[in-house]
């Protein structure tokens, strides 16, 4: 979550070059905020004394669970293509088929019980993250 969270964040950056900004557009960036804020409470409650098995509450919250980065998934797509507009660039194929397969993953997972799945995607989406990551070390966020 946090490797996520960071990498959202920086990503923002490249949102200087916008000079017009609109509710929707904003909102969008808030969505993800949300988004992120709701898995990680999923992941680690608030209360977490209370969880001692956290196999047994991913069970118990697997819909609800997988349903919060699906939801990621949408909002990425919104921003996706608003970010194209509102910088005047193409759209990355690339993050839309990523997009694309982590959506079917998460709608999978919401319909599967097998620890070996939801294991294989969590750690497809950190490797996924980590090579996002590598990625952005080379991505200058502001060019003069």
Do not use: Q
Not at 109 to 123: D, E, K, L, S
């Amino acid at each position: 979550m946090l490797v996520t969270t960071v990498l959202v964040w920086w990503h923002s950056f490249h949102l200087t070059g916008v000079t017009e900004w609109t509710l929707l557009f904003f909102l969008d960036l808030v969505a993800h905020s949300l988004v992120l804020y709701l898995l990680s409470g999923l992941l680690y409650p608030v209360r977490g004394g209370e969880v001692t098995d956290f196999g047994a509450h991913l069970e118990a919250n697997r819909t609800r669970f997988f349903m919060v980065p699906l939801a990621f998934r949408a909002v990425d797509f919104a921003d996706t293509v608003m970010e194209a507009n509102a910088l005047a660039s193409e759209i990355n194929i690339l993050r839309l088929v990523f997009i694309g397969v982590y959506a079917v993953a998460f709608l999978l997972a919401i319909g599967t019980r097998n620890r070996v799945y939801h294991g294989t995607v969590a750690v497809a989406w950190f490797l996924t993250c980590v090579f996002w990551g590598i990625k952005a070390l080379g991505d200058p966020i502001i060019v003069f």
